[in-house]
Structures are given as structure tokens and as C-alpha cells.
């Protein structure tokens, strides 16, 4: 089975994901956590790569997030983090092109694709994936351009997790728990989100106002999910 959380900075999943794990491990099945931008992405193989070069030490669990282009219309935000040299600026524009995000999103899918035959297919875990590659087209969605026919396109050919989770919350709350990204910049995030999964199949969408309310909710459907697929099996 194929749990996936998706979401704003600061909306919850992280703790979600910790209760929906226990539940399950109680439940007798074994649970296997990834995070996209951690364990999964294409970027992340390329920080590991800089982090060994630069002969720093790993990242925490988790430390990773998303890096947006932030020139969304509107956006006040200027991005001058040590990409001050010509070259740096160069490689990074063309790293954060439309054309090479939409060419990483494949090989992030493709990636997807080897860690679920293993921990799936072989191991027969059950995989939670902490963002997903719904996640990393909202990212795409940051550069000016973005083409929506290819983010349908995208939905319909990534796989779709058996209980895909948008957990919503305002972006009002979001930015009071994790203040990195500017409040007007996170009202817009939530908007593609909520676009983005009009397109999923059978989204389980959670309003995580209230966290207790959430987790039993959380655990219902994904009950109710994984009892499908024993049934279907």
C-alpha cells in the first residue's frame, strides 16, 4: 500500500504521518517512511554529492524542503542565497528552468517507481511517503511558464497512491507554525495545491484545524483504504 501526504510548510504532516504510522504498527504492519526531497528526488542525490565534496556532515531526517524559484506574479521576494558569482547565477538559472524541473520530475518518477517495487513489491511494507510527486509539481508550478496541460499530463502518468493525502490547512495557520516562507506566497501555494488535486483519483483531503479531529479522520480513511486493497487482494 501507497500512503501519500501532501501539503503546506506547517500544516501538520509531519506529526500526522507519526500518528498514522503507530496506528498501522499496531495494526500488525510493518511501515516504511520516506520523505520526496530527502530519499527520493534527483536534488537530493545532488546535495548529498555537494555535502561529500564540501566534506560536510549529513543532513537530519527531514531537513530537507523545497526550494521555489519565488517569482510567482506578485512575489516581492528576491532569491540571493551565495549565487553571487556569474557562474553560480548561470547554473542555477538553468538548473531551476522549466525545462530541466519538468526532465527531473521523470527521473524523481522513475526513482518513485525503484524504491516502491522494493519496499512494496518485495519487502511487502506498507510505504508512506512524506510530500509527493504531487508536491514537486506545485514546485514546478514556481517558474514562470508553467504549462498545466503538462501538469495534468503528469498527474495521470505518476502512480496513484492508494490513500493520496492533501492535508489543508489556511495558510493563515501554516505560516504561525513554520514562518520561512512569506504569508502571501503560502496563500498562492495553497491555491495550486487545491488545483493540482482536482486531478488526483480519489484524493482524501484533511483539514487539519484541529489535529485530534484530524487523526481520527486521518486513520479512518486510510482504514477503510487499506482494508479495500486486502479485500481487492
Known sequence: M????SGLDGAGKT???SELKQALEQQKN???VLTMYDDISFYSRLRRLRGLLRGEPAAPKGGA????????IGDPRTDVSDKTTPLARLVYG???????RKAVLMLDLASLMVRRLYVEGIKGRVLIIDRYMYDSLVDVADVPGQDWLFGRFFVRLAPTPDAPIFVDVPAERAFARKPEYELEYLKW??????KVFTWVRKPIILDNND???????????????????KSRA
Do not use: M, N
Open 30 to 32: 510493518e511501515v516504511t
Open 65 to 72: 524542503t523545497p526550494d521555489p524559484v519565488r517569482t510567482y
Open 211 to 229: 489535529l485530534f479531529s484530524a487523526v481520527v479522520a486521518l486513520k479512518a480513511a486510510v482504514g477503510e483504504r487499506l482494508h479495500a486493497g
Open 189 to 194: 501555494r495553497r491555491g495550486v495545491y487545491r
Open 2 to 5: 501507497l500512503i501519500s501526504f
Open 15 to 17: 506529526t500526522l504521518i
Open 94 to 100: 538553468v538548473a531551476r528552468s522549466l525545462t530541466v
